[in-house]
């Protein structure tokens, strides 16, 4: 023991790196070692942590209160935040933040890792609330902050927009914030599982409208049962929505109560993109509750491809430009799958629209598709009903489209059966959209336009070429044969 404590003083002394352990069950307070782990949240928000150093609670035990530690890491050793012993068949250890605004809290810090916790901050009341909350209000640019394989759930944010908009818009389960100037480049939020968490999952505001933050990235998390928004990254330089999976959106244990939200959004963005995502039934609310929307504010461009959607309550796509200030960004909605998710809506008249190998399927249900005044609509598939309408106007291009059951808006397009191998699954993954690939006798093989600048692969990898002519929707391969 004693040699223990030496080797621990030594390390102090010499300024490097050390693991510190906190069990919230033990007897005595400690001094962060494992042999004599803290016991109180107390003990870790006085101590100011240094580059390299690792944070660990102790697994399945339960800490009440909020967690606030200080310092910050380097670019080569950030500060970590885990559990031990790793990988315990026990369970993570729970945070609970037992009603207070935010369960763990970094400020102003830099390169810090937050991984392996169950993190929750369940109240009677609802206000705002946020389990993870990393924020800067200092007037500088911060670094490095990563959130990944956490669990949040049972967050008592607030979720009516309507009546508590700030509130609403500070409640998550998991938020990055800033205010006064300041900014916080490199956040990557990714494998997390979100539930139950009012006001929303995941809420990511890395810069301002004139100092964006960079490099901010959400991915392969999992949300469910939230009452309000998805994701959303707000005042950010191409920011990545990607590969996240978020399913019945205004549900839960905290649903929403008045206002609007949007499963995957993005505002005051320069070149911003969702991919790769899965959005399935939402809510509705007030009048948005669409899977994807290109909210106002954003330049460049707004791109939103390679996702699957079915069933939201309010559609799959919103162009929202006009929702605040304006700024006009081309859009370009490709390559996706819209499984029973009819309904796009359109506010404000700058954006140009370029809607392009997308699959609409709703052989059930009649579209009700709003679009900006310039828009393209290229080499689709609209599946609908004998009453379905589709947008017309001056400026409202259609080119080499397939449509079935429903009339076309154009004499230059295509209608029958497109042969999907096995559509409308409903399903909870990507993979689900592999229905919509095409047999060897679809008449939409080679049929479509080319569209330069076209991203160069389809929904499911295939490459799409830039001068000969691709299948319509978002299948470009040889016909599948069953």
Known sequence: MIFFYLALFCSLVAGGPTQYYVDCNATSPGNGSLAGPWNSLGSVNSFVFSP??????KSNITCKGVVAPLGSGN?????RIMSYPPDSIN????????????????????????????????AADLGRRQGILIMADDGKV???????????????GQTNKATHSSDFAGSAGISINTSNG??????????????????????????????????????????????????IIAYADSPSIDHNVASNLGKGKYPWTGGNFAAMWVM????????????????????????????WGNTGTCLVEYNYSHDNAGGSFLNCDGCGDPKGPTQIVRYNVFENDCRMVSVGELPELWFCNNVVY?????????VPPTTHFVNNIFVGTANATLPTGSGVDWKSNFFQSVTPPTENGFTGNPGFVNPGLAGKTLGAAFGYRVKPDSPVLSKGSVVHGNGNLDFFGHDVSNYTAPNLGAYSGAGVSL
């Not at 670019?75 to 500060?79: A, F, K, N, V, Y």
């Not at 911060?142 to 008592?156: G, I, L, R």
């Not at 539930?195 to 999952?201: H, L, M, N, R, V």
């Not at 005051?268 to 909210?295: K, Q, R, T, W």
């Open 52 to 57: 390299g150093d690792v944070l660990s609670f």
């Open 75 to 79: 670019l080569t050793h950030p500060i």
């Open 91 to 122: 369970g993570p250890p729970i945070l609970d933040g037992d009603g207070n605004n935010y369960t763990l809290l970094l400020k102003n810090q830099d390169h810090w890792r937050i991984s392996n916790l169950a993190v929750t901050n369940p």
């Open 142 to 156: 911060h670094s490095d902050m990563v959130v990944d394989h956490n669990t949040v759930y049972d967050v008592a």
């Open 182 to 231: 300041s900014r916080i480049d490199d956040v990557w939020v990714r494998d997390n599982k979100v539930q139950d968490c009012g006001g929303g999952a995941i809420k990511v505001r890395p810069g301002q409208a004139t100092n964006q933050g960079r490099n901010a990235r959400v991915s392969y998390n999992s949300i469910d049962a939230c009452g309000g928004d998805g994701v």
């Open 268 to 295: 005051c963005d320069h070149n911003p993109v969702i991919a790769h995502n899965v959005v399935y039934g939402s809510a509705m609310s007030l009048y948005d509750s669409e899977a994807f929307d290109c909210d």
């Open 362 to 370: 709703c052989p059930k249900q009649d579209f009700s598709i709003n």
